[in-house]
């Protein structure tokens, strides 16, 4: 069975640091790409960043560029998104999501991070 | 940056069909994927590469895709199908510089 398991989101405050994890298992980590995902409350998806199988590609949306930095360990199935500078903004549910051609076939559950003082 | 437009909500009674429109700029040639989101849980893809069902999900679950909509057709609405649903495509640069999914703003549906 495919899981994603998200885990190291919780309480920040503005300006603070966070570094998110999604281990994977049931399927052959390294021959996929990867996307993070969030969802502010209330509110509908919104793409954050995306990885290809062997890190040789890495895209973000512009309202994290410059901030977020993706990355993955094929060796521990984990992919990561180490995220500074957060602001109030970045409050959301961040999934991450298998790719599959362009779409997205497996997600996680999500972890939720919230930007407060 | 492409943008996908969803009516915000689609109410239907049980049993008819509830039809999802996602309006883009000749979406037509792009390939289209839908989810489904209920309260509280992930996304799960109903519908890949237009009209494509990933296993397990209900044959009543259907896409279509031409000139500048697409549609997510929902038969035989079940109260259990009341949830938001999203489009997304993929878009590319003319340089390959920013290959990204592109999500629509999300429907609600409401089964009366």
């Known amino acids: 069975e495919v899981q994603l398991v998200e885990s190291g989101g919780g309480l920040v405050k503005p300006g603070g640091s966070l570094r998110l994890s999604c281990v994977a298992s049931g399927f052959t980590f390294s021959t996929y790409n990867l996307n993070w995902v969030r969802q502010a409350p209330g509110k509908g998806l919104e793409w954050v960043s995306s990885i290809s199988s062997s890190s040789t590609y890495m895209y973000y949306a512009d309202s994290v560029k410059g901030r977020f930095t993706i990355s993955r360990d094929n060796a521990k199935n984990s992919l990561y998104l180490q995220m500074n500078s957060l602001g109030a903004e970045d409050t959301a549910v961040y999934y991450c999501?298998?790719?599959?051609?362009?779409?997205?076939?497996?997600w996680g559950k999500g972890t939720t991070v919230t930007v407060a003082s | 940056s492409y943008v996908l437009t969803q009516p915000p909500s689609v109410s239907v009674a049980p049993g008819q069909a509830a039809r999802i429109t996602c309006g883009g700029n000749?979406?037509?040639?792009?390939?289209v994927h839908w989810y489904q989101q209920k309260p509280g849980q992930a996304p799960v893809l109903v519908v890949y590469d237009d009209s494509d069902r990933p296993s397990g999900i209900p044959e009543r679950f259907s896409g279509s895709n031409s000139g500048n909509t697409a549609t997510l057709t929902i038969s035989r609405v079940e109260a259990g199908d009341e949830a938001d649903y999203y489009c997304q495509v993929w878009d590319s640069s003319w340089d390959g510089s920013s290959d990204h999914p592109v999500f629509g703003g999300g429907t609600s549906l409401t089964v009366l």
């Open positions: 000749d979406i037509g040639s792009k390939s």
């Open positions: 999501a298998r790719d599959w051609t362009h779409y997205m076939d497996a």
